[in-house]
């Protein structure tokens, strides 16, 4: 959601203004249907896919933890 965020504010303030200069509508109605569906696709892929990512990062955290205490441990080896 926080990556896509920046994009739903600039597409929706590109729109938003465009649609009040050129008399199409208010600025928060250009805005709304411009940013809106971004962020309604988001939170729709972070509901399919947040327990595949949640997994992917506590197995790479996990790993990098295993890697540092086996160097740690082959670091005290090394008399």
């Given amino acids: 959601m926080a990556a896509v965020s920046p994009v739903a504010i600039a597409a929706g303030v590109a729109k938003g ?4 200069s050129t008399d199409n509508g208010a600025f928060s109605e250009g805005f709304g ?4 569906p971004i962020l309604r696709a988001a939170k729709e892929f972070g509901a399919e896919h947040g327990t595949t990512m949640t997994k992917g990062v506590v197995t790479g955290a996990a790993g990098a933890l295993g890697a540092r205490i086996i160097r740690e441990g082959f670091r005290h080896l090394r008399i």
């Fill in 17 to 20: 203004a465009y649609d009040v």
């Fill in 33 to 36: 249907s411009a940013a809106g």
